[in-house]
């Protein structure tokens, strides 16, 4: 029998660079461990709707073996409040906007996605777009980090 998570929105600024990685990053490390998952990324700005991923972004992700599923930035919509379980922004900037987001009916818990990681110490996932390919790297590495801790917790996630 296939399990299931709960459902997951990663949230970021654009859309193009943290929350699409760590979207590739669920579904692929869900898929390894037999798992099935509803999860999608957005942004709280509009400054990128209808873009493709960052070309740095997708070349982390295929250097480490990670296939990035068809996507276009999005912003988050109200929705989103009730069709995820969690909503997860990469800063503690991110999960301000995404309260003041939040309609009065909103059932996901929304949470810092750094929160998840094995040492719980809440963090933001700095934005690697200003930088050079080392920033990826450690930008990924954090991602991983906190889908590795939603996937460890999921029998304590909520439903």
């Not at 660079?17 to 509803?38: D, E, I, M, N, Y």
């Not at 069709?83 to 939040?102: E, K, N, S």
């Not at 934005?127 to 980090?145: H, K, L, N, R, S």
């Amino acid at each position: 029998m296939t399990q299931s998570l709960p459902s997951v929105l990663f949230v970021c600024t654009g859309n193009i660079c943290r929350s699409p990685t760590a979207h590739a990053l669920l579904l692929h490390k869900a898929a390894a461990l037999g798992l099935v998952v509803h999860t999608d990324s957005a942004a709280v700005t509009e400054e990128e709707i209808g873009n493709p991923p960052d070309r740095r972004a997708l070349q982390e992700l295929r250097r480490r073996g990670v296939p990035m599923p068809a996507h276009r930035a999005r912003q988050v919509q109200a929705r989103d409040f009730t069709q995820f379980d969690l909503v997860l922004g990469m800063t503690a900037a991110h999960v301000r906007a995404l309260q003041r987001m939040a309609p009065a009916h909103a059932t996901a818990r929304i949470d810092l996605l750094m929160r998840y990681a094995e040492d719980e110490n809440p963090i933001d996932v700095p934005d690697p777009w200003y930088g050079g390919p080392q920033d990826f790297i450690e930008a990924f590495d954090m991602i991983e980090a906190g889908v590795e801790g939603v996937l460890a917790r999921r029998g304590r996630l909520p439903r």
